[in-house]
């Protein structure tokens, strides 16, 4: 059962440099989310997605973009990383709203110097 | 706005009862979870409440919550060295967005 699963682990990035995060779910739900998870401040909501084709702005979104083009993979991507976003990202889905489970990933460790 | 808060650290010995707390802002969340996340990990569900719920026991774990003081605790029974972990309560947004709020996270450590 692969569940949640995000790539890379690990990526380190120079300032001004782009990447994409991929998260992929086997599961078919339908919510989607992305946060990121800093010392002290546990786990804050970048973006999140409610069905294929829909994304919406979470708790901390700016500088970043996603997109779900596919109902299994949400893409969460840096144009023009800052060390302000070092960070650990964790994607997780959900088979609906309330009172459903949410299943993380295993995380993606950024690092931008 | 919303807002969730726990202490950042507790150490107990293992065999004995550990109490992690939480506070949240949202009375108008239905539920309340608990996670665990072990190092290097992704976070996986221990157990949830319903807001209308007042205490929800599953094995080794007893939830409890008081809706009037906004507070909701988590207490592990026999407390063991694999137990160690980082332990995160999370409101739900109002609303059906499945949209989480967390808290900062309570760092467990389990002494033999």
């Known amino acids: 059962n692969a569940g949640v699963t995000q790539t890379p682990k690990f990526r380190v990035l120079k300032t001004g440099q782009s990447m994409t995060l991929l998260c992929a779910q086997d599961?078919?739900?339908?919510?989607m989310y992305w946060y990121r998870q800093d010392p002290g401040m546990g786990l804050r909501l970048i973006h999140y997605?409610?069905?294929?084709?829909?994304?919406a702005k979470g708790e901390v979104p700016d500088g970043y973009n996603v997109s779900r083009l596919k109902k299994q993979n949400f893409l969460l991507g840096l144009e023009s990383a800052a060390p302000s976003q070092t960070s650990v990202y964790f994607c997780?889905?959900?088979?609906?709203?309330?009172?459903?489970?949410?299943?993380f990933g295993q995380g993606t460790r950024l690092t931008v110097v | 706005g919303e807002d969730v808060e726990q202490s950042l650290f507790l150490s107990v010995r293992e065999g004995d009862s550990s109490v992690i707390n939480c506070t949240y802002t949202?009375?108008?969340?239905?539920?309340l979870y608990w996670y665990k996340q072990e190092p290097g990990a992704g976070l996986q569900l221990l157990t949830y409440i319903f807001s209308n719920m007042d205490m929800k026991q599953d094995q080794r774990l007893t939830v409890l919550l008081n809706k009037k003081d906004k507070h909701l605790s988590l207490r592990i029974a026999d407390t063991q060295t694999g137990d160690s972990a980082i332990y995160f309560c999370?409101?739900?947004?109002?609303?059906?967005?499945?949209?989480?709020?967390f808290g900062q996270g309570t760092t467990l450590q389990v002494k033999p």
């Open positions: 949202d009375s108008s969340s239905t539920y």
């Open positions: 997605s409610v069905g294929e084709g829909t994304t």
């Open positions: 997780a889905s959900m088979d609906g709203g309330v009172n459903t489970e949410a299943f």
């Open positions: 599961m078919n739900h339908e919510y």
């Open positions: 999370a409101e739900s947004y109002s609303g059906n967005t499945g949209k989480l709020i």
